[in-house]
């Protein structure tokens, strides 16, 4: 059952109160997020108060909606009004934004109680949330490797249960992949659906914001909560939002799923090759059809998404000029100025990004490294819509890796970069996309299986997710801490 119908009915029964829900969970945050660092900042007077105010209502006999109390960790990148937001960087060092994000404005009209800002790679650049300019965080599955990223604090509190759902951001996989190595639920929505007012950008074409949860219901509520047109931000799609807990059904009949034969072959794990076919096979017993899918430009979308989001970064990160706000390192002159915050406050791996879109977007190099980037992702597109014209979802695996160790990677860019291999032409396109548990390699370490929808296509997204979920008990397997 879903973990926040659960909850709610508890609260509505009084047999238990709002405050101490937050209570409990910031107690959960006190025992193990020494060991975890999952959270840049924990703001329990805040939930506190949010809990209160449930509390009122319920005694006064007002209605309260599903998400009212229910504690979650909100990601670093999106603005809180009044409560300190880094994106993970030391160049944005105590920045209180003088505004609130439209979804953390959802959540808090819902009633949803924040317990904290949770880790990330610095500006969501990173698949391991090594990058982040104030401290590593752990996986909960095993406390000497990564969490993934960039999303890893929002990934790691769900898995250890200091939150029960969790707010991330997707650029290239950064939902997904943390949702995979860490054995929860991680969606990524069609590009437009939720609004981006109040997330800093990172790739404006690519980034998305999404939920995290144990449950795949939990991740259709929350989902729900936020998704909604914004007159604020001009990505945002002007579209219906369904009531996806309607969509869940036990079972497969009629349901067409094509498997991205592309995504499987080289760098690919033995373990998650096995629990992904076994997860495909269950999907066939649940009565999908299955069928293989070739999309040919598959394995490209990593060399154009690493031209693509640097360029749009090196655009982005430009208001980081420490005039108005951030770190600012006085200087003799205004070029000196500039040029030695950003160099103190900018980790190496946004360095890298911004040199390497600054050079894609550079006189004579714009035309052979981001316009072809660009006419690789419309190739990609392509790819896709053909596959959606034969089957309703495509299946792949989230991740090439369970999760690996902290600092394995750290000094081979292009081996981290190939984490998100299976998740960034996805981003590309523009299309929704869900990690769901699906088994575990012999070292204990959970692996994903990717659910990819078509544009818009995230009730069938939630159909697919849920019958599996229903079928397997992954889901039910929790870190001990």
């Known amino acids: 059952m879903s973990l926040i119908r659960a909850l709610h009915q508890k609260l509505i029964d009084q047999e238990i109160s709002a405050v101490a829900v937050a209570q409990a969970s910031l107690a959960r945050i006190?025992?193990?997020?020494d060991r975890l660092k999952s959270f840049l900042q924990v703001t329990a007077p805040q939930a506190i108060a949010q809990a209160e105010q449930v509390d009122a209502k319920i005694a006064a006999g007002e209605p309260i909606g599903?998400?009212?109390?229910?504690?979650i960790g909100i990601k670093d990148?999106?603005?809180t009004k009044g409560i300190v937001t880094t994106c993970a960087s030391k160049i944005l060092q105590g920045f209180v934004p003088p505004y609130e994000s439209t979804v953390t404005e959802k959540l808090q009209k819902a009633g949803a109680v924040m317990v904290g800002k949770t880790n990330l790679d610095e500006f969501a650049?990173?698949?391991?949330?090594?990058?982040?300019?104030y401290q590593v965080t752990a996986n909960p599955w095993d406390l000497t490797r990564v969490p993934g990223g960039s999303s890893g604090g929002s990934a790691a509190a769900v898995a250890a249960d200091e939150c029960l759902i969790a707010l991330g951001s997707d650029t290239g996989g950064s939902i997904r992949q943390p949702a995979s190595l860490c054995g929860v639920v991680g969606m990524k929505p069609t590009y437009g659906l939720v609004s981006r007012f109040g997330l800093v950008a990172y790739a404006s074409s690519l980034d998305q914001i999404g939920p995290f949860a144990r449950r795949v219901e939990d991740a259709a509520i929350l989902l729900q909560a936020i998704a909604g047109h914004d007159s604020r931000d001009s990505t945002s799609l002007d579209v219906p939002i369904p009531d996806y807990t309607q969509a869940l059904k036990p079972d497969l009949k009629g349901v067409k799923v094509g498997v991205i034969m592309d995504a499987?072959?080289?760098?690919?794990?033995?373990?998650?090759?096995?629990?992904?076919?076994?997860?495909?096979?269950?999907?066939?017993?649940l009565g999908a059809s299955i069928e293989e899918i070739n999309c040919p430009r598959f394995r490209s979308g990593i060399a154009a998404y690493y031209v693509i989001a640097p360029s749009e970064a090196s655009a982005n990160l430009a208001r980081y000029d420490a005039v108005r706000y951030g770190l600012r390192t006085e200087a003799d002159n205004l070029m000196?100025?500039?040029?030695?915050?950003?160099?103190?406050?900018?980790?190496?791996?946004?360095?890298r990004r911004i040199m390497l879109g600054t050079y894609a977007l550079s006189a004579g190099y714009y035309d052979a490294y981001y316009l072809k980037a660009?006419?690789?992702r419309t190739l990609i597109k392509q790819d896709f819509d053909q596959a959606f014209t034969k089957v309703d979802v495509l299946v792949c695996p989230t991740a090439p890796t369970t999760a690996f160790k902290a600092g394995e990677k750290t000094d081979d860019p292009l081996s981290m970069y190939l984490s998100d291999l299976m998740t960034i032409p996805v981003n590309l396109a523009g299309l929704p996309a869900m990690s769901v548990p699906c088994g575990f390699d012999d070292n204990n370490l959970p692996i994903g299986l990717q659910l990819v929808g078509n544009v818009l296509g995230e009730e069938m997204l939630f159909r697919v997710g849920y019958a599996y979920e229903q079928a397997t008990a992954w889901h039910d397997r929790q870190p001990d801490l």
């Open 125 to 133: 650049m990173g698949s391991s949330t090594e990058n982040s300019g």
């Open 374 to 376: 660009q006419k690789v």
């Open 30 to 33: 006190e025992a193990v997020d």
């Open 264 to 285: 499987f072959g080289d760098g690919l794990d033995d373990s998650v090759n096995q629990a992904v076919q076994a997860a495909i096979a269950k999907l066939q017993e």
């Open 77 to 79: 990148n999106l603005c």
């Open 66 to 71: 599903l998400l009212a109390g229910i504690p």
């Open 336 to 351: 000196d100025m500039y040029t030695h915050t950003r160099a103190k406050g900018f980790g190496a791996e946004v360095k």
